[in-house]
């Protein structure tokens, strides 16, 4: 395996997105995923066991679109930055996210992440087992249940999507442009609620958009968490961090089934989009398929092997790996 620095300049050369390439995306993208909604408010009246299942299909088309920007707010779909923020922010309005506001927090995860001393915005909150155990009763406790599954993956992504990305509360010292992002998104979503609420009732909207939005946004929390929550995962204090290093060591290869990649959008080649942002995820498939030693990496996790990540929760710093709450209370 090559230096974590060198892979940045064997990967420069696939940073070049397409314009034909990404339009298709996009139109393969958010044309099902109309179809689906269309379709689920139209089998209401027949039935719910009908519709709630287009509904959950949508929510893999609203996954794939908040990829695409993701990928907008890392300047790598379009050539242009132009049209990668004015998609982004079109884009935002549908999966509830203010694209200036996420494309700021996630641009501080990529350049700190696995960073001990510069934990916080964008990251999934880990502690060592020292400051857990230097923590009292009730924050201990508030940190088991912010790591408890049904939290984590539910009742933490609503909350996410619907309320904490309406006030940009975490980012006030940045000035003005956080609240013009929020407001701005905030006004267009209630625009387009308005609209639709308008056209099919406020009914039909909650039994087909809410179900949609909650899963595909349970699902987005998931990438996000397996993508560096996993036991061989790399953190380091900052004076022994290295930027390229907790790229590909701290970042995930999640090698899904075929289709949960497409409707994930490659972003499980995780290892790969840190080490080098640029690269449309269209074409993360062929780096793999030209470069085959980055499938053999530390971090690879099948789907299986993800599922066993979500009781890993405290940095062990003698250790150098992720452990659950079991272990570090055997240890102690």
């Given at each position: 395996?090559?230096?974590?620095?060198?892979?940045?300049?064997?990967?420069?050369?696939?940073?070049?997105?397409?314009?034909?390439?990404?339009?298709?995306?996009?139109?393969?993208?958010?044309?099902p995923?109309?179809?689906?909604?269309?379709?689920?408010?139209?089998?209401?009246?027949?039935?719910?066991?009908?519709?709630?299942?287009?509904?959950?299909?949508?929510?893999?088309?609203?996954v794939?679109?908040?990829?695409?920007?993701?990928?907008c707010?890392?300047?790598a779909f379009?050539?242009?930055?132009?049209?990668?923020?004015w998609?982004?922010?079109?884009?935002?309005?549908?999966?509830?996210?203010?694209?200036?506001?996420w494309?700021?927090?996630h641009?501080?995860?990529?350049?700190?992440?696995?960073?001990?001393?510069?934990?916080g915005?964008?990251?999934?909150?880990?502690?060592?087992?020292?400051?857990?155990?230097?923590?009292?009763?009730?924050?201990?406790?508030?940190?088991?249940?912010?790591?408890?599954?049904?939290?984590?993956?539910?009742?933490?992504?609503a909350y996410?999507?619907?309320?904490?990305y309406?006030?940009?509360?975490?980012l006030?010292?940045?000035?003005w442009?956080?609240?013009?992002s929020?407001?701005?998104?905030?006004?267009?979503?209630?625009?387009?609620?308005?609209?639709?609420?308008w056209l099919?009732?406020?009914?039909?909207?909650?039994?087909?958009?809410?179900?949609?939005?909650?899963?595909a946004?349970?699902?987005?929390?998931?990438?996000?968490?397996?993508?560096?929550?996993?036991?061989?995962?790399?953190?380091a204090?900052?004076g022994?961090w290295?930027?390229?290093?907790?790229?590909?060591?701290?970042?995930?290869?999640?090698?899904?089934?075929p289709v949960?990649?497409?409707?994930?959008?490659?972003?499980?080649?995780?290892?790969?989009?840190?080490?080098?942002?640029?690269?449309?995820?269209y074409?993360?498939?062929r780096?793999?398929?030209?470069?085959?030693?980055?499938?053999?990496?530390?971090g690879?996790?099948?789907?299986?092997?993800?599922?066993?990540?979500?009781?890993?929760v405290?940095w062990?710093?003698?250790?150098?790996?992720?452990?659950?709450?079991?272990?570090?209370?055997?240890a102690a």
């Amino acid at each position: 395996m090559r230096d974590a620095r060198a892979w940045t300049q064997i990967l420069a050369r696939y940073r070049q997105p397409s314009t034909g390439r990404s339009v298709f995306e996009i139109a393969i993208t958010i044309v099902p995923l109309a179809t689906l909604w269309v379709l689920a408010w139209a089998t209401l009246d027949i039935g719910y066991w009908l519709a709630l299942p287009l509904a959950i299909a949508a929510a893999g088309f609203l996954v794939r679109l908040f990829a695409i920007q993701h990928d907008c707010s890392h300047g790598a779909f379009f050539p242009g930055r132009l049209a990668n923020d004015w998609f982004g922010r079109v884009a935002g309005v549908l999966t509830f996210t203010p694209y200036g506001v996420w494309r700021r927090a996630h641009a501080i995860h990529h350049a700190s992440t696995g960073n001990l001393d510069r934990r916080g915005l964008g990251d999934v909150e880990t502690l060592t087992v020292d400051e857990y155990r230097a923590r009292s009763f009730w924050g201990r406790l508030r940190y088991r249940l912010y790591r408890h599954p049904l939290v984590m993956f539910g009742l933490g992504p609503a909350y996410l999507f619907i309320l904490q990305y309406r006030l940009p509360v975490g980012l006030m010292r940045s000035g003005w442009w956080p609240w013009a992002s929020s407001m701005a998104t905030n006004l267009a979503i209630a625009a387009v609620v308005a609209l639709l609420i308008w056209l099919i009732g406020v009914k039909a909207f909650l039994l087909v958009h809410l179900p949609s939005l909650l899963l595909a946004a349970s699902v987005g929390v998931w990438m996000f968490y397996v993508q560096h929550q996993f036991e061989k995962t790399s953190w380091a204090s900052d004076g022994e961090w290295n930027l390229h290093n907790a790229a590909l060591h701290g970042s995930s290869y999640y090698d899904l089934p075929p289709v949960l990649r497409w409707f994930t959008a490659n972003i499980g080649v995780h290892h790969v989009h840190h080490l080098n942002s640029r690269i449309p995820y269209y074409r993360l498939p062929r780096v793999l398929r030209d470069h085959p030693e980055l499938r053999h990496v530390v971090g690879r996790l099948t789907l299986l092997d993800s599922f066993r990540c979500v009781r890993l929760v405290l940095w062990d710093e003698a250790k150098g790996r992720l452990i659950s709450f079991r272990e570090a209370r055997s240890a102690a």
